[in-house]
């Protein structure tokens, strides 16, 4: 099946209430802006490394993903909805 025909049979996402909506810990949602303020510095490693955040701090930057997988659940005992893990690519800037 072809990525239009996909497309072309998708389904739109059911609309959720605020009642039905899944809260995001505080702890997740401070994450987004701190990656944000930090990316600057974290586009000056190597290209294409993985960052990991708790809290809202940065715990750990690695060569992948799975490592931060493991650092955060197996080494920090975290559950999946504490941390978040992002890719350091510089924004496109809609261009």
Do not use: K
């Amino acid at each position: 099946m072809s990525i239009a025909s996909r497309i072309a049979d998708a389904q739109p996402i059911p609309s959720v209430s605020a009642d039905e909506a899944i809260p995001v810990p505080p702890a997740v949602a401070r994450c987004p802006y701190s990656f944000a303020r930090d990316l600057p510095a974290l586009l000056d490693t190597p290209p294409l490394r993985w960052v990991a955040y708790v809290d809202g701090n940065q715990v750990r930057i690695a060569d992948t993903q799975a490592e931060l997988y493991r650092h955060c659940l197996n080494e920090l005992g975290l559950d999946h909805d504490r941390f978040i893990i992002a890719c350091i690519v510089p924004e496109s800037g809609g261009r």
